[in-house]
């Protein structure tokens, strides 16, 4: 059996470090640390799959290492299991906080150990592929030479491509998360905009086949889009969000 996945194993104490490694070396190329700084030093190096990760470590604890992997674009769908003897609700808050996925008391039971590692394993897989997946989805949106922004429900931006971070004058991730009315609309437009976008998708209203509207760049400059919305719908013919495929008009005035 080829052994594709890795896990990394952290703890201070190296015999748990061996028999949890001992548990899982039969499936999965295993990788030690003994701190949290080693650990992250793992991380960059080896690019694990899966980290199972030690609470009470003595220079950086394992809150402190999952938090900081947790808020990488790099590692944030790195899924992390706390390992820890403490059971206190407090505790696991503050994992959850830090953005554990899942957690393992000590002593470890081998069973639930590989049961835990295995369905993680198999939820990162399907992550993986729906990032492949929108990854060559913006490729092609990028090589395609017109502004794109997908926003869900909520008029949140999802994803934009990088023709629209340039245009906009944005940084890469910069936009992932903002209100796109808020954030990219004029301010005159906002409401009209709006009431259109959330009636397509709250009630399935037609969107225009198209629309100009002006748009606020980050560094004060405001130009005229022409964008097309399209609705995207789920498996079940549900709004899922909008695909908004722009136009920058202002290079026409140049």
Request: aromatic share 6%.
């Amino acid at each position: 059996m080829q052994k594709s996945d890795k896990v990394l194993i952290v703890d201070d104490e190296q015999a748990i470090v061996e028999l949890m490694g001992l548990y899982l070396i039969s499936d999965y190329e295993v990788i030690n640390a003994y701190n949290g700084r080693e650990a992250l030093k793992r991380v960059k190096a080896d690019k694990p799959d899966i980290v199972l990760l030690d609470v009470m470590m003595p220079d950086m604890n394992g809150y402190e290492v999952c938090r900081i992997l947790k808020t990488s674009v790099e590692t944030q769908f790195l899924p992390v299991v706390m390992v820890t003897a403490l059971s206190g609700k407090d505790d696991r808050i503050k994992g959850i906080e830090a953005g554990a996925d899942e957690f393992l008391g000590k002593p470890v039971n081998r069973l639930e150990l590989v049961t835990r590692v295995k369905s993680l394993l198999r939820t990162k897989h399907l992550q993986d592929k729906i990032l492949t997946e929108r990854n060559d989805a913006m490729n092609y949106l990028d090589e395609a030479g017109f502004i794109a922004v997908i926003i869900d429900p909520q008029l949140k931006i999802n994803l934009i491509n990088k023709k629209g971070n340039v245009v906009f004058g944005y940084e890469e991730y910069e936009l992932i998360g903002q209100d796109f009315v808020n954030t990219l609309i004029n301010e005159d437009m906002r409401p009209d905009v709006r009431a259109s976008l959330e009636a397509a998708l709250s009630e399935g209203s037609d969107l225009p086949d198209y629309s100009e509207v002006k748009v606020d760049c980050k560094d004060g400059r405001k130009i005229l889009v022409r964008w097309y919305d399209s609705l995207l719908k789920d498996d079940d013919g549900n709004a899922a969000g909008i695909i908004c495929s722009g136009e920058d008009l202002s290079i026409f005035e140049r």
